[in-house]
Protein backbone atom coordinates (compact mmCIF):
# COMPACT_ATOMS: atom_id res chain seq x y z
CA UNK A 1 0.00 0.00 0.00
CA UNK A 2 2.77 2.45 0.49
CA UNK A 3 4.66 1.85 -2.43
CA UNK A 4 1.30 2.51 -4.56
CA UNK A 5 1.15 5.37 -2.36
CA UNK A 6 4.28 6.47 -3.52
CA UNK A 7 3.71 5.84 -6.87
CA UNK A 8 0.60 8.20 -7.52
CA UNK A 9 2.48 10.88 -5.51
CA UNK A 10 5.27 10.61 -7.60
CA UNK A 11 3.37 11.14 -10.76
CA UNK A 12 1.32 14.24 -9.02
CA UNK A 13 4.82 15.78 -8.05
CA UNK A 14 5.72 15.08 -12.13
CA UNK A 15 2.28 16.45 -13.12
CA UNK A 16 3.35 19.53 -11.05
CA UNK A 17 6.14 20.43 -12.94
CA UNK A 18 5.32 19.39 -16.82
CA UNK A 19 1.96 21.65 -16.44
CA UNK A 20 2.01 24.02 -14.06
CA UNK A 21 5.41 25.80 -14.58
CA UNK A 22 5.83 29.44 -15.78
CA UNK A 23 1.73 29.27 -15.36
CA UNK A 24 1.57 26.24 -17.86
CA UNK A 25 2.83 28.56 -20.94
CA UNK A 26 5.52 26.13 -22.13
CA UNK A 27 5.52 24.39 -25.33
CA UNK A 28 6.27 21.20 -23.94
CA UNK A 29 3.72 21.79 -21.13
CA UNK A 30 1.44 18.47 -20.40
CA UNK A 31 -2.31 19.48 -21.36
CA UNK A 32 -3.82 16.33 -21.61
CA UNK A 33 -3.26 14.27 -18.36
CA UNK A 34 -4.78 10.66 -18.66
CA UNK A 35 -4.38 8.56 -15.69
CA UNK A 36 -6.14 5.18 -15.14
CA UNK A 37 -9.24 3.94 -14.07
CA UNK A 38 -8.23 2.30 -10.59
CA UNK A 39 -5.90 5.66 -9.99
CA UNK A 40 -8.35 8.35 -10.95
CA UNK A 41 -10.15 9.54 -7.88
CA UNK A 42 -7.00 9.32 -5.64
CA UNK A 43 -4.58 10.90 -8.52
CA UNK A 44 -7.28 13.99 -9.20
CA UNK A 45 -7.42 14.55 -5.20
CA UNK A 46 -3.69 14.76 -4.57
CA UNK A 47 -3.47 16.79 -7.45
CA UNK A 48 -5.71 19.51 -6.43
CA UNK A 49 -4.49 19.35 -3.13
CA UNK A 50 -1.13 20.09 -4.58
CA UNK A 51 -2.90 22.85 -6.48
CA UNK A 52 -4.41 24.64 -3.91
CA UNK A 53 -1.33 25.69 -2.75
CA UNK A 54 -0.28 27.57 -5.41
CA UNK A 55 0.04 31.12 -4.71
CA UNK A 56 -1.08 33.57 -7.54
CA UNK A 57 0.41 37.06 -7.98
CA UNK A 58 3.71 39.21 -9.29
CA UNK A 59 6.45 37.21 -9.87
CA UNK A 60 8.76 39.56 -8.26
CA UNK A 61 6.71 39.03 -4.79
CA UNK A 62 7.65 36.71 -2.03
CA UNK A 63 6.03 33.37 -2.26
CA UNK A 64 4.65 33.60 -5.76
CA UNK A 65 4.42 30.52 -7.44
CA UNK A 66 1.94 31.25 -10.30
CA UNK A 67 2.44 34.29 -12.00
CA UNK A 68 0.74 36.01 -15.04
CA UNK A 69 -0.44 34.95 -18.58
CA UNK A 70 1.83 36.88 -21.12
CA UNK A 71 -0.99 39.79 -22.15
CA UNK A 72 -4.97 39.97 -22.06
CA UNK A 73 -5.47 38.39 -25.38
CA UNK A 74 -3.61 35.30 -23.46
CA UNK A 75 -6.09 35.49 -20.65
CA UNK A 76 -9.57 35.97 -22.91
CA UNK A 77 -8.17 32.55 -24.72
CA UNK A 78 -8.16 30.45 -21.83
CA UNK A 79 -11.13 32.23 -20.37
CA UNK A 80 -13.05 31.03 -23.32
CA UNK A 81 -11.78 27.89 -23.46
CA UNK A 82 -12.82 27.05 -19.89
CA UNK A 83 -16.55 28.38 -20.86
CA UNK A 84 -16.73 25.53 -23.54
CA UNK A 85 -16.36 22.83 -20.42
CA UNK A 86 -19.17 22.19 -18.21
CA UNK A 87 -17.09 19.91 -16.22
CA UNK A 88 -16.31 19.91 -12.38
CA UNK A 89 -13.53 22.08 -11.28
CA UNK A 90 -11.90 20.16 -8.47
CA UNK A 91 -9.90 22.89 -7.51
CA UNK A 92 -12.20 26.27 -7.04
CA UNK A 93 -10.37 29.37 -8.48
CA UNK A 94 -10.22 32.35 -6.09
CA UNK A 95 -11.48 35.61 -8.08
CA UNK A 96 -8.61 36.99 -10.27
CA UNK A 97 -8.72 39.55 -12.65
CA UNK A 98 -6.70 39.15 -16.42
CA UNK A 99 -3.92 39.14 -17.06
CA UNK A 100 -4.25 36.22 -13.69
CA UNK A 101 -5.88 32.82 -14.15
CA UNK A 102 -6.42 30.71 -11.27
CA UNK A 103 -4.49 26.84 -11.08
CA UNK A 104 -7.14 24.69 -11.50
CA UNK A 105 -7.92 20.64 -11.95
CA UNK A 106 -10.98 20.20 -14.41
CA UNK A 107 -12.09 16.33 -14.43
CA UNK A 108 -12.92 15.60 -17.43
CA UNK A 109 -13.13 12.05 -17.07
CA UNK A 110 -13.86 9.50 -19.97
CA UNK A 111 -14.93 13.12 -22.48
CA UNK A 112 -12.35 13.05 -24.98
CA UNK A 113 -14.45 15.15 -27.04
CA UNK A 114 -13.98 18.68 -24.83
CA UNK A 115 -12.42 21.15 -27.02
CA UNK A 116 -9.99 21.06 -23.89
CA UNK A 117 -8.70 17.75 -25.48
CA UNK A 118 -7.78 18.86 -28.72
CA UNK A 119 -6.27 22.47 -27.71
CA UNK A 120 -2.66 23.79 -26.27
CA UNK A 121 -4.12 25.45 -23.38
CA UNK A 122 -0.94 27.76 -22.22
CA UNK A 123 -2.63 28.29 -18.58
CA UNK A 124 -2.50 26.44 -15.29
CA UNK A 125 -5.42 24.29 -16.30
CA UNK A 126 -5.10 20.74 -15.89
CA UNK A 127 -7.88 18.61 -17.42
CA UNK A 128 -7.87 15.09 -15.97
CA UNK A 129 -9.00 12.20 -18.53
CA UNK A 130 -9.45 8.54 -17.47
CA UNK A 131 -8.47 5.71 -19.38
CA UNK A 132 -8.81 1.51 -18.98
CA UNK A 133 -6.17 -0.04 -20.77
CA UNK A 134 -2.52 0.67 -22.11
CA UNK A 135 -4.32 0.52 -25.67
CA UNK A 136 -6.37 3.11 -25.28
CA UNK A 137 -4.05 5.64 -23.29
CA UNK A 138 -1.94 5.30 -26.54
CA UNK A 139 -4.62 5.93 -28.71
CA UNK A 140 -5.68 8.91 -26.74
CA UNK A 141 -2.11 10.60 -26.59
CA UNK A 142 -2.12 10.11 -30.39
CA UNK A 143 -5.30 11.24 -30.97
CA UNK A 144 -3.91 14.90 -31.63
CA UNK A 145 -1.88 17.11 -34.64
CA UNK A 146 0.26 17.88 -31.99
CA UNK A 147 3.68 15.80 -31.11
CA UNK A 148 6.15 17.64 -28.84
CA UNK A 149 6.73 15.88 -25.99
CA UNK A 150 4.78 13.27 -23.86
CA UNK A 151 5.10 12.27 -20.36
CA UNK A 152 4.75 8.51 -18.87
CA UNK A 153 4.88 7.58 -15.21
CA UNK A 154 4.73 3.69 -14.82
CA UNK A 155 6.84 1.37 -12.12
CA UNK A 156 6.77 -1.27 -15.32
CA UNK A 157 9.93 -0.45 -17.40
CA UNK A 158 8.75 -3.20 -20.04
CA UNK A 159 5.94 -0.75 -20.58
CA UNK A 160 7.59 2.68 -20.73
CA UNK A 161 9.75 1.30 -23.32
CA UNK A 162 6.87 -0.23 -25.22
CA UNK A 163 4.63 3.16 -24.75
CA UNK A 164 7.60 5.34 -25.80
CA UNK A 165 7.97 3.30 -28.96
CA UNK A 166 4.22 3.71 -29.57
CA UNK A 167 3.85 7.07 -28.60
CA UNK A 168 4.40 9.69 -31.73
CA UNK A 169 5.69 12.88 -30.21
CA UNK A 170 9.63 13.78 -30.69
CA UNK A 171 10.26 13.33 -27.01
CA UNK A 172 9.21 11.16 -24.06
CA UNK A 173 9.99 11.81 -20.46
CA UNK A 174 9.67 8.73 -18.51
CA UNK A 175 9.30 9.28 -14.51
CA UNK A 176 10.33 12.78 -14.42
CA UNK A 177 8.42 16.29 -15.64
CA UNK A 178 11.24 17.93 -17.41
CA UNK A 179 13.98 16.63 -19.74
CA UNK A 180 15.09 20.31 -21.37
CA UNK A 181 18.93 19.92 -21.66
CA UNK A 182 21.38 20.89 -24.41
CA UNK A 183 22.71 18.01 -24.59
CA UNK A 184 19.22 16.44 -25.38
CA UNK A 185 17.79 16.98 -29.09
CA UNK A 186 14.75 19.42 -28.98
CA UNK A 187 12.00 19.02 -31.34
CA UNK A 188 8.48 17.31 -32.25
CA UNK A 189 6.55 15.51 -34.79
CA UNK A 190 3.42 16.16 -36.66
CA UNK A 191 2.44 20.02 -36.70
CA UNK A 192 5.36 20.16 -33.61
CA UNK A 193 7.93 21.13 -35.92
CA UNK A 194 10.84 19.49 -38.18
CA UNK A 195 13.99 18.87 -37.38
CA UNK A 196 15.77 19.33 -33.66
CA UNK A 197 17.81 21.95 -31.81
CA UNK A 198 20.38 20.80 -29.53
CA UNK A 199 22.31 17.53 -29.25
CA UNK A 200 24.60 16.22 -31.35
CA UNK A 201 22.26 16.29 -34.24
CA UNK A 202 21.42 20.30 -33.41
CA UNK A 203 24.56 20.81 -35.43
CA UNK A 204 23.85 19.85 -38.73
CA UNK A 205 21.17 22.30 -39.12
CA UNK A 206 24.09 24.53 -39.52
CA UNK A 207 26.15 22.16 -41.60
CA UNK A 208 26.02 21.78 -45.47
CA UNK A 209 25.99 18.42 -47.10
CA UNK A 210 28.11 17.86 -50.43
CA UNK A 211 28.31 14.58 -52.29
CA UNK A 212 31.22 14.07 -54.59
CA UNK A 213 30.99 11.19 -57.33
CA UNK A 214 33.91 9.28 -59.14
CA UNK A 215 33.29 7.79 -62.57
CA UNK A 216 35.44 4.67 -62.76
Known amino acids: ?32 ILVHDSVFSEFVEKLATRVRKLKV ?12 LVNSRAFERVSTLLGTSNHETITKPDSHSSPFVSPRVVMCGSDHETPLFHTEIFGPVAPV ?9 VRLANNTRYGLQAFIFTQDLAQSWRVSEELEYGMVAVNEGAISSA ?4 G ?29
Open 188 to 216: GWKESGIGREAGHVGIHEFQEEKLVCFGL
Open 1 to 32: KQWYQRRVRGAVAGCMLAKFRNAGQACIAANR
Open 183 to 186: NNPF
Open 57 to 68: GNGLDDGISVGP
Open 129 to 137: YSFSSEEEA
